[in-house]
């Protein structure tokens, strides 16, 4: 398993820690749904660059704290490795994270897991998927070691 696959870039003042863990960890989940990474871009960056991002690209006025980009190749999705650009707002996340009274890394480690998890056709529209992707998430929230 390579660890070189997932990439971590920033749009802003943001600074991710434990970038080595964090790649374990992600590459193991990814591993453990019997898929594969392919070039995954983790993007960080303020509101108003993810809010540009979804209006040119989604057409919604709106905030958000993740949005995932799936470059893979439609008919082919499941048998590729994931190869995706994941932007995150780090400001949404902070705010979240200040609402639910939990702290920043964990809310940031929970969007990131969602984001993968989206990729690899988990989906979170209705009641009882959202129920299984927050299953998910916590699960493997579980598993980081650090």
Not at 110 to 117: A, E, P, S, T
Request: with cysteine; glycine share 2%.
């Amino acid at each position: 398993m390579s660890n070189t696959s997932i990439y971590f870039h920033s749009e802003s003042s943001f600074v991710l820690k434990k970038k080595r863990a964090l790649r374990q960890w992600l590459n193991a989940s990814i591993a453990e749904e019997n898929a594969e990474a392919g070039a995954i871009n983790f993007i960080f960056c303020d509101d108003e660059y993810l809010h540009d991002l979804n209006k040119k690209y989604l057409h919604h006025d709106t905030l958000t704290d993740i949005i995932t980009f799936d470059n893979r190749e439609p008919a082919a999705n499941n048998q590729q490795p994931i190869t995706a650009d994941i932007f995150i707002s780090t400001e949404r996340v902070r705010d979240n994270a200040k609402n639910l009274n939990t702290k920043f890394d964990d809310e940031l480690h929970r969007v990131m897991i969602h984001g993968i998890l989206h990729l690899l056709s988990y989906n979170d529209k209705t009641s009882a998927q959202k129920t299984e992707m927050c299953e998910k998430e916590d699960y493997y929230l579980s598993l980081r070691s650090y």
